[in-house]
């Protein structure tokens, strides 16, 4: 629960909106993602930088709808980016190309054409390969490429293995020892230019001393690199805060940026983030409806109309996300269930061994789920994917319709 999401007589609401309107306006499963919420959080990270040059990139694999991009871009954020198509959402969206960062150890040479073309910020490269390969298009293209070398500085995120990547087993950056040389040798590529260096060591992190960690190797690194003549515009030290789901403590947006900023004192390279889940997470819900209550030989299912194409999380990570009736009813017995989807799976679950107080038909808040929710959404079971509704105040409005079953097959052809 957080200010933005709360009962009001029973009732639960996102800011001053019921959450049972907007099911009975919208349908379900539907994801409800409050203004305010997704404002306040990008203020705090504006308010704590606000004494040193910045640029806060909103980490678009999060989630990348449009209203949500258009939102932090009139804010004035700019946006981290992993693929072409997250770049095209952006100039869709309204956001500046001068304020993207592209990340990612895959990128082809198309979408480096692409980035390059709209005039990116700069090219987080992750590989020699990958430098040599920008430098060959940009060249191709008369151009000189903005880059930064992704440093892996091999510190321990100390979060789930699969969103951890920070360390040397990891498939992300270039090697701590190697970023010097490397750094070198992109000095003399002659359609490179130098413009920082970045690190992101992973995602959901709830302590500091990792960041501060990483933070004092990415420095030692500058330091040696100006040793060497090259100096850098930037620092970019990625993403990564952790929000509550359950019982987390992370820590508080202003206290983590403090915790940089007393590392980074006296520097004068500006300072990029790229926040992607604390700026979303608890900014949104996934409301869905219960279809069945079932009685098991050892449990009980409560059935939902929302499943792990809806919300992979639980299913990839075992991930917590707490659920609320969206109607408190003081009738009702509370019994322990396991939150299922329909989905042929057994891994399909939203939450086990829930204690709720509900019946058939009843609305359910599956809370937390602004972040890394829609964006990795799935058609499995040819589930057409949800509608998505932004709320402020006592307005709600559509940002996403729900998709149609023809929709999903329509670029299917019968073999002839
Ligand atoms: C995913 C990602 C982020 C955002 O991570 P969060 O944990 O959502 O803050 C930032 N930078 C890069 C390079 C990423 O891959």
């Known amino acids: 629960m957080t200010e933005y999401f709360r009962y009001h007589h029973n009732q639960l609401y996102a800011e001053q909106t019921p959450l049972s309107e907007i099911s009975e306006k919208f349908g379900t499963p539907c994801y409800v993602y409050s203004h305010a919420a997704l404002t306040h959080s990008y203020r705090q990270f504006e308010h704590a930088l606000r004494e040193h040059e910045h640029l806060i990139c909103f980490a678009v ?8 991009l258009n939102l932090f871009a009139r804010l004035g954020a700019g946006f981290d980016i992993v693929s072409g198509g997250e770049l095209q959402r952006i100039l869709a969206a309204g956001g500046e190309a001068s304020k993207v960062v592209f990340s990612g150890v895959g990128k082809t040479a198309a979408e480096m054409r692409l980035a390059i073309q709209a005039g990116i910020l700069c090219f987080n490269v992750e590989s020699e ?26 510190v321990d995120a100390k979060t789930h293995p699969y969103i951890s990547t920070g360390l040397k087993k990891n498939k992300f950056g270039v090697a701590y020892t190697e970023a010097l040389d490397l750094y070198r040798k992109t000095s003399k590529l002659n359609n490179l230019r130098i413009v920082g260096m970045d690190c992101h060591i992973g995602s959901q992190l709830t302590e500091l001393s990792p960041f501060i960690a990483a933070t004092e190797k990415m420095l030692i690194l500058a330091d040696a690199l100006a040793n060497h003549g090259i100096t850098l515009e930037h620092i970019d ?37 790229e926040p992607g889940r604390i700026l979303v997470g608890n900014a949104g819900v996934l409301l869905t409806q219960v279809e069945y209550i079932k009685h098991g030989a050892e449990k009980n299912f409560a059935i939902v109309d929302a499943a792990m194409n809806d919300l992979m999380r639980p299913a990839l990570y075992d991930a917590f996300h707490a659920i609320q009736p969206v109607t408190l009813e003081s009738g009702k017995s509370v019994e322990q269930y396991e939150v299922v989807g329909p989905v042929c799976e057994t891994g399909d679950f939203i939450g086990r061994a829930r204690d709720l107080a509900i019946s058939q038909g009843d609305l359910l808040a599956v809370m937390s789920a602004g972040a890394y929710g829609m964006s990795m ?10 509608a998505e509704v932004m709320v402020s105040g006592k307005i709600m409005q559509l940002i996403r319709e729900r998709e149609t079953v023809p929709q999903l097959f329509s670029g299917e052809k019968i073999f002839d």
């Open 61 to 68: 694999k999060a989630n990348p709808n449009l209203a949500i």
């Open 129 to 154: 390969a990958e430098l040599l390969r920008l430098n060959e298009v940009a060249g191709e293209m008369n151009r000189i490429a903005p880059v930064s070398l992704r440093v892996n500085p091999d």
């Open 237 to 273: 030290l990625g993403g990564g805060l952790g929000i509550r789901y359950l019982d987390e403590v992370p820590p508080a947006i202003s206290d983590y940026v403090q915790a940089l900023l007393r590392v980074l004192q006296g520097r004068s390279e500006k300072i990029i983030l």
């Open 377 to 386: 959404s799935s058609n499995y079971n040819t589930r057409p994917r949800a």
